[in-house]
């Protein structure tokens, strides 16, 4: 019996993926989101489609079905006469999203130390965050920051829990990045992750729950009229 021959797909590297066709729009919307949620976009900043087109060197459809996706996530709004702006944020609205941040990830910790779960993620991206604090490197200790967080919540293993946090994700993304933007001090920042993970490991359970809570308190004293730009 012979062996069958390999086929053109197997002799590909591996790394050659398919080609994704993606709209413009959704491009132009990825690049709006990510300029909101990585702070460089402040709350309360107009979105001007004339303006936009021309930096992004696109005609105005696309910008404006991109403005209307970012709408619909919650991110944009429409003032009477005035026209679409970045949602700003409110005291109020940071305290009630990170008085639910706390519940979900208080749940997670405790879900975690049940199952047991392996910490190797969460040292990584403690380790990212500690390597960009010393490269002063504040949008790569966001993205390790955001990670940190999100994997806390992808090991508890909740399905419910995982989608409640997701429907969250998109504040609790701009509100990190803003208060961290603010704050400045990287090494501070990438400091608070670690006794977590250390607390996870020695299997404390008041220890763990008592630092991700304070965590999240202390991030959710953040007042966003500080550095909001109200227009």
Excluded at 2 to 15: F, W
Excluded at 91 to 109: D, G, H, K, Q, W
Aim: negative net charge.
């Amino acid at each position: 019996m012979t062996a069958n021959k390999p086929t053109l797909a197997d002799l590909m590297p591996h790394d050659i993926t398919p080609i994704e066709n993606v709209p413009l729009r959704v491009q132009v919307a990825n690049r709006l989101r990510k300029a909101i949620l990585s702070g460089r976009m402040l709350p309360g900043a107009a979105l001007v489609e004339t303006a936009l087109a021309e930096k992004m060197n696109v005609s105005r459809a696309p910008i404006r079905e991109a403005i209307q996706i970012l709408e619909n996530d919650g991110l944009v709004e429409t003032i009477a006469y005035k026209g679409k702006r970045v949602k700003p944020l409110t005291a109020r609205e940071v305290a009630e999203t990170y008085s639910l941040r706390e519940v979900f990830e208080v749940m997670a910790v405790r879900l975690i130390l049940e199952s047991g779960a392996p910490l190797d993620t969460l040292r990584t991206h403690c380790d990212e965050m500690t390597a960009a604090a010393e490269a002063n490197n504040f949008e790569a200790l966001v993205v390790a920051d955001e990670a940190f967080h999100h994997a806390l919540i992808r090991l508890a293993d909740h399905n419910l829990l995982l989608t409640s946090w997701k429907n969250l994700y998109l504040r609790i993304h701009q509100i990190m990045a803003l208060r961290n933007r603010d704050e400045r001090n990287l090494t501070e920042v990438a400091g608070n992750h670690p006794p977590i993970v250390q607390a996870l490991a020695d299997g404390d359970a008041d220890r763990a729950i008592n630092l991700i809570s304070e965590h999240t308190r202390i991030l959710a004293a953040f007042d966003p009229a500080t550095i909001v730009q109200f227009l």
